[in-house]
């Protein structure tokens, strides 16, 4: 790493660590040695027997006395820097390398009439996309996609890693985007393993949510469900919908919008066929709370595998803290020993 570029300071002072950060506990002691230096010295120094020193106290310290403390200050100095040395000050960079093996998700959402249907709060429609775009939220490395059925069934968004625009298309989505008179729940799954078949992801997922049965019969339900075994997709199915009978409002004209109780009927016999033919699971949803379980359940079985690989570069700093202590201790030697030479 060179140091004449700007740029690795920044990188230096932001990687430098000590190997051996245990022998910093030495500094605490450095206060008791300068102490205990200081009585010494003051214990040593010599003394003469005068009756009268009122002269003596006119005559002021010449520059070497004053500057014969400095001898100790170099000593302890010197300690100081071969401790951090002991410590082994460091410098250098990490470099990561991630590997990951991305799940592709394909989201099958049900848009037909019937998600009017009121059980969920506002309807099953909006509490399924606010349950979806939290998982969608939570996902880090997947390449997420999402198809739309009622009659028919399309794309509305192909896989991508680019997560704030599938949760994007799903706030726009509403009822009337396809003709919702019917659910086709064996197009919407094939459309899903179209857009699968040439993935090469690890693992391949279709998470298809639907409230009601398949009255399209352009393809049936296990027909596709067989195509997505044979390509290795797993599917996970969830039936939303409470026990019994939901109230859907409908426009009555004059009266205007009223609420109509309407049976509840979910083919669960096709999803749990579905789910376990791929090696899914089959959901039932009955209100906000449990969906929003279900997909934490399926975030949780469908986790992406990420692999971390440091290496770590750094350069020994040793020696810029040896190197001056070791330049104190032969300055302490020499000034001792010649210019604050002190004789009995």
């Not at 009622?150 to 985007?177: M, Q």
């Not at 067989?226 to 039936?239: D, F, H, M, P, Q």
């Not at 469908?302 to 020994?316: G, R, V």
Request: proline share 4%; net charge neutral; aromatic share 8%.
């Amino acid at each position: 790493m060179s140091f004449l570029n700007p740029e690795n300071w920044i990188l230096w002072i932001r990687e430098f660590r000590f190997a051996s950060p245990q022998y910093l506990l030495l500094l605490l002691f450095i206060p008791l040695l300068a102490v205990a230096a200081f009585r010494r010295r003051k214990m040593k120094s010599a003394s003469f027997r005068f009756s009268d020193i009122k002269h003596l106290k006119t005559v002021s310290p010449t520059l070497r006395i004053r500057l014969r403390n400095i001898i100790p200050l170099l000593r302890l100095a010197a300690l100081c820097l071969l401790i951090v040395a002991m410590a082994r000050p460091q410098s250098g960079w990490t470099e990561r390398n991630v590997k990951t093996e991305g799940i592709d998700i394909l989201l099958a959402l049900d848009v037909s009439y019937s998600m009017k249907a009121m059980d969920f709060d506002p309807n099953r429609l909006e509490a399924a996309k606010k349950v979806i775009s939290e998982f969608v939220s939570g996902r880090e490395a997947d390449r997420i996609g999402c198809v739309l059925f009622a009659s028919t069934s399309f794309t509305l968004c192909p896989l991508t890693l680019d997560y704030g625009v599938i949760k994007g298309f799903l706030d726009n989505v509403e009822f009337g985007v396809i003709d919702g008179n019917s659910t086709a729940i064996g197009l919407g799954l094939a459309n899903c393993v179209n857009k699968m078949k040439d993935s090469h992801a690890k693992s391949k997922v279709v998470i298809l949510l639907t409230d009601g049965e398949n009255n399209v019969w352009d393809i049936a339900p296990l027909t596709a469900a067989e195509a997505a075994k044979a390509l290795g997709i797993r599917v996970y199915t969830i039936g939303v919908g409470t026990l019994g009978r939901a109230f859907m409002p409908v426009d009555r004209g004059v009266l205007g919008i009223v609420k109509v109780p309407v049976d509840v009927r979910i083919d669960e016999k096709t999803l749990t066929e579905i789910a376990n033919m791929t090696g899914g699971k089959y959901y039932r949803a009955t209100d906000n709370e449990k969906l929003k379980e279900i997909y934490e359940e399926i975030d949780q079985l469908e986790k992406t595998k990420i692999e971390f690989m440091e290496h770590q570069y750094f350069d020994e700093l040793m020696s810029l803290a040896a190197l001056p202590a070791l330049v104190l201790l032969l300055l302490e030697i020499l000034l001792a020993g010649t210019y604050f030479l002190k004789l009995p």
